[in-house]
C-alpha cells in the first residue's frame, strides 16, 4: 500500500511572505520539497528565502519535469513530497492533472490554497468578482503562432457585459515577463487584424503591478494612456471591463486613479 503523499502549496503573491502558516507547516513536515515558477512568479531571491526559514532544499523543476511529471510522483509515491507554486496551485491544468495522476496511483493528495492573481487583481481594482467572464491569456507571438483567440473571447465577455481578466505570458526559462504595454500592444494588433471593434485606444482598461507587493501599482484609464504609462517591473495584470455598476466606477476613480471626466463623458454617450 503507497504510503506517500503530494502536497500542492500555493505561495501567493510576489514572495515567500505570501505563503500560509498551513502551507509552511507542510514545507517543514516534508521530505522532498519541489517547486515550480513557469506558471506565475516571485520575487528574486524568495525561494531561497523559503528554503533557508523552513530548512529544507528546494529543488526548482521547469515546465518539462512538470508537465511529465514522472519524477515527481515517483517520489511521492512513498516519500511526503510538497509541491510549491506561485499563487495558487490549482489554478493550472497542469498541476490538477498531476493530482489527478497521483491518485490513480494511490497516493494520497492535499491542496493547500495562495491568493491568486484571479482574485487579488479585481479586488484591488474594486471590481465585483461575479462579473468576470472568461479568463484570457495573450502569449508572446512567435513565427507562425500569432493567435487572436483571446481578442475574439474578449469580445464575447464584453457582448454580455462581463469584464475579462487577461493575464500576460510569462518565459520563466528567457527571463521574459511580458507588460502591460506589450499586451495592449498585442490587443491592438488583433483589432487592426480582425477588424470587430472590440477595442481601440479610446477603450476603458485596467492594469494591475506587482499584486500583492509593498510597490503595488493600480491604474485605470483609456489605452491610450495607459500604454506608455511606467508600470515598473513585472508582474502586470489587465483587465478589460464590461458594464461597470456605480460603485465600480466609484471604487476605479478612488483606487485606481480614474479621469472622473471619462465617468462624465460616459454618462453624457449614454443619456438621451
Given amino acids: 500500500m ?35 515558477l513557469y506558471t506565475s512568479s516571485l520575487a528574486e531571491g524568495s525561494l531561497q528565502r523559503l528554503a533557508s526559514s523552513t530548512h529544507k532544499n528546494i529543488e526548482l523543476l521547469d ?55 484571479l482574485t487579488a487583481v479585481p479586488g484591488l481594482l474594486g471590481l465585483q468578482q461575479y462579473k468576470f467572464g472568461r479568463t484570457v491569456t495573450l502569449p508572446f507571438p512567435q513565427e507562425g503562432y500569432s493567435p487572436t483567440s483571446p481578442y475574439e473571447l474578449m469580445g464575447k465577455n464584453l ?8 493575464l500576460l505570458d510569462i518565459d520563466a526559462e528567457n527571463d521574459r515577463w511580458m507588460t502591460a504595454a506589450e499586451g495592449f500592444h498585442l490587443l491592438l ?7 470587430k471593434k472590440i477595442i481601440s485606444e479610446d477603450t476603458l482598461a485596467c492594469v494591475v503591478a506587482r499584486a500583492g507587493s509593498p510597490d503595488c ?16 517591473k513585472p508582474l502586470h495584470s489587465i483587465v478589460i471591463p464590461g458594464d461597470l455598476h ?26 438621451p
Avoid: C
Fill in 246 to 271: 456605480f460603485m465600480e466606477l466609484d471604487a476605479l476613480k478612488v483606487l485606481a486613479g480614474l479621469d472622473p471626466s471619462w465617468v462624465e463623458s460616459r454618462a453624457h454617450q449614454s443619456s
Fill in 2 to 36: 503507497p504510503s506517500g503523499r503530494l502536497t500542492f502549496v500555493g505561495l501567493g503573491l510576489h514572495d515567500e511572505r505570501g505563503v500560509t502558516i498551513e502551507g509552511m507547516s507542510h514545507i517543514v513536515d516534508a521530505d522532498i520539497a519541489f517547486a515550480e
Fill in 63 to 117: 515546465r518539462a519535469a512538470i508537465e511529465d511529471g514522472t519524477h515527481i510522483l515517483e517520489q511521492a509515491s512513498a516519500k511526503k513530497v510538497v509541491l510549491l507554486v506561485a499563487g495558487d496551485p490549482m489554478a493550472a491544468t497542469t498541476h490538477i492533472e498531476l493530482r489527478v495522476r497521483a491518485i490513480a496511483q494511490g497516493t494520497e493528495t492535499r491542496v493547500i490554497g495562495g491568493v491568486s492573481a
Fill in 159 to 166: 457582448e454580455i457585459g462581463l469584464h475579462t481578466m487577461v
Fill in 217 to 232: 501599482v493600480v491604474r485605470a484609464g483609456k489605452i491610450s494612456d495607459l500604454k506608455d504609462f511606467g508600470f515598473g
Fill in 189 to 195: 494588433d488583433m483589432e487592426r487584424r480582425v477588424g
